[in-house]
């Protein structure tokens, strides 16, 4: 005889998805914090990377409130930039996440056919893209008015920077306050990434921050037309691709992704 709890296991397809995703994940898991992929050490050294710049800009400018370093010496930062944001747009290339790659038709695996697609955090991102143009473009407007000055608008550019590694390799507040998603492979807003780095060179005058702006803007309409056309890419139940056995990145085996 089952008890009433197994067989409403059992009618409700729902529970029995979400037991085999958390069955998935404790597998991966179970392989121990040791294990770093090829992308997660890439992430890795973005991170470092990033955080090394991001010092430089703060002793740059904290000792007199002034940006001095030559702008010449922006052309490596937007090179890899433009580089890394390119790359999104091939599926070819092994070091991005196939959460980064999923709006990309070779990066598509159907699971069922006709089914309806169940995209995580559409509320949870429509929420953050508010807060996000509310607060930036109040810094913006600021800047033009010449209340700030640029110089804190590129320690925020870098800052943010900084942070969205933070939130790929170890704990992420997007995904756990708003998204609500199972990992950043699902992740709804995943290559919203670049856009929100340099949100605050808009309030900048470069040649620099523009070409990083309209790159970072090229690939966020790319991937939300591809939402808007193709949304059985970006959900879990419709997309083999983005099952745990596919992932290519194992980040959940050290990342902090208490939800509940």
Known sequence: MKN?????????PENNLDKNSDNDISDRTSVGPGLVTPIT???????ICR?????????????DGHMDTPSFMAIPVVIVFVAEVISRFFPTVKLNSIGALKHLEKSYQEKEKGAAP????????????????FYNGLLIGLTRA?????????????FYAVCDMICVLFWCPLQLYFMKNRCCVTCRIYNWDYIMMVTPLIAINSIYSVIMVVAAL???LHWEINYKRHPERYAKN??????????????CAFKVRKLH
């Not at 009433?4 to 409700?12: A, G, M, R, T, Y």
């Not at 955080?51 to 000792?63: G, V």
């Not at 169940?118 to 143009?133: C, M, P, R, S, Y």
């Open 4 to 12: 009433n709890s197994e067989k409403n296991s059992e009618n409700n």
């Open 41 to 47: 050490r890439t992430h890795i050294i973005k991170f």
């Open 51 to 63: 955080s090394l710049i991001f010092i430089y800009l703060l002793c740059d400018y904290l000792p």
């Open 118 to 133: 169940h995209v995580e955090g559409v509320k949870g991102a429509l929420i953050i893209a508010i807060i996000w143009i």
């Open 146 to 158: 010449h209340i700030l000055d640029q110089g804190i608008m590129i320690l925020l550019s870098g």
């Open 218 to 220: 090229a690939l966020f």
């Open 238 to 251: 419709t997309n083999g691709c983005l099952d745990c056995k596919n992932c290519n990145e194992k980040i």
